[in-house]
Structures are given as C-alpha cells and as structure tokens.
C-alpha cells in the first residue's frame, strides 16, 4: 500500500451565494460560481499548492459543482502530473432544492439550537448523512492506495463542512468537537501530513468557537 505524504483539503473561493444569499432563490446551488473575489482566493491557494507539491504527482477530487470547479481551474496546476476526477461524495450539504431566505434563516435558527450534525434541513441532509457519503468515499480513497502507482499527495476540492466531516471521521472526533469547530474560510487549506511513526496529523486546527460538551467519556 502506497500511502500519500499528503492529502489537501481546500474550500471553494468565495461563490455568489457566500456574497448573497438570497440568490439561492433564482439559481440551483450546484451551479454558483465564483466571485471576483473567490477567482482571486483560488488564484492564490493555487500558487501556494504549486509551490508545495512542486514535480510531484497529485490525485484530485473535486466536488461536482460549478464553484469548486472553478477553483480547480484557478489553481493551474500542472495537468501532466494530475489524476483528477469528480467525486459527487464530496459535495456540499443538501438543504432542498429551491430555497426560500426566510424559510433558510428559521431553519439556520433551528440548526443552531437542535445541533449542526443531527438537524436536518426539510428536503436536505443533516450532517449526520454528509458524514455517512463522506465515510463512503473515504473506504474508496483507502482502496486507492492499494495501487503500487499511487501519487505522493492528494487533493481534495470541496466545501467547508465536508472538510469537518471528512477530519472527523479520519481522526475519529466525537460530535461534540464537530460541534465545537468552525467552517475554515474559502479558498482555505488543511493539510494531513503523514508522519514517520506512519500516522497523519493535521497541519493547524479548525478554528474552536466554544468548548466541546460530550455526553460521555468517549467524547
């Protein structure tokens, strides 16, 4: 097994629906793209992927939708030293079709209270189900490394709860330090770094914005 130096997650650049959220009710959120600013978020994560993956192979994952994409684009990497593929496990949370502001907002509320990872939004996924495909295509990328040809880094486009869940379940944090962790920002990186005693650690932390509250000993 072929076990990669590195796997990189990185969130989308800033989309339209970061800038305004009411245009959720006109477009479908797969198809939002980036912004000024989010071309220029993914422009500058992408010089500093250059930098660090240098002549380097790299496996790519990347959410099928339009804004991570567009990020993808925007990091100009080499194509002769990618493997990339879209992987629709990796998309963003579900939260209904055609969504209405104020309905979102009461929801968001009711999130807040009842716990990000177990609420479900109506005609959406709760986190619980984004952890269960996340978990799904994490069996996958492991089966990867079984192949004798396997790039030395991995990259991961995607979405920033999908890059909590994903941490989660590799790292197996209880839910109540999910619930403790913040979105990183977009067009921000974390990285699991493969160390010499043959386990991965986390380049930096999730930014905490309260202290984790578990039911019992194994939170």
Known sequence: MVRPRRIVLV???ESEGNADDTVYEREPDHALGLTETGWRQAEETGARLRE??????VSVYVSPYRRTHETFRAFALDPELLRAREEPR?????????????????????????????????????GADVYDRVGAFLESLHRSFEAPDHPANVLLITHGLTMRL?????????????ESLSNPGNGESRTLLLGEDGRYTLDRPFERWRTPEPYGITG
Do not use: I, P
């Not at 994903?166 to 999910?178: K, L, N, P, Y």
């Open 52 to 57: 660090v993956f240098g002549r380097e192979r």
């Open 166 to 178: 994903f941490c989660m379940r590799w790292f197996h944090w209880s839910v109540a330090e999910f």
């Open 11 to 13: 969130r989308h650049g």
């Open 90 to 126: 990796l998309r963003e949370q579900d939260w209904g079709n055609w969504q209405d502001h104020e309905d979102v907002r009461l929801q968001k509320t009711y999130r807040d209270a009842y716990g990000h990872f177990f609420y479900r939004f109506a005609q959406g996924e709760s």
